[in-house]
């Protein structure tokens, strides 16, 4: 069982930033990809962002440099800085991770969701 608790959406005029966290608790041996996706109203979920073990990022092409993915393998986190946000960005933003659990089995898991949007 591992538990995901995101948090840092909200409110923020188009411009402006945000930073979202996502940590990770539970029976966990290890995690590998880490990453965050979002869903619009009316549209399917996307891929935002990930980040593996090893550092390496991958980011939609909508976001490249504006967003930047990080992780805390220390404290089981993962991070999207949002800068430069746009109306476009609103949307609830999904946290995922995938984790090999202490007893080896491996999955993925998702965490509730949080509200960005972006508006003046």
């Known amino acids: 069982q591992v538990q995901l608790v995101e948090s840092g959406g909200g409110l923020v005029q188009p411009g402006g930033s945000l930073r979202l966290s996502c940590a990770a608790s539970g029976s966990i041996f290890s995690i590998f990809h880490m990453g965050w996706h979002r869903q619009a109203p009316g549209k399917q979920r996307e891929l935002v962002a990930f980040?593996?073990?090893?550092?390496?990022?991958n980011y939609a092409d909508a976001v490249k440099g504006r967003f930047t993915i990080s992780r805390d393998n220390a404290k089981n986190t993962v991070y999207l800085q949002m800068n430069s946000l746009k109306p476009e960005d609103t949307a609830v933003y999904y946290c995922?991770?995938?984790?090999?659990?202490?007893?080896?089995?491996?999955?993925?898991?998702w965490g509730q969701g949080t509200q960005v949007t972006v508006s003046s």
């Open positions: 995922n991770v995938n984790v090999q659990s202490n007893s080896g089995r491996i999955f993925a898991s």
């Open positions: 980040i593996t073990s090893g550092g390496s990022t």
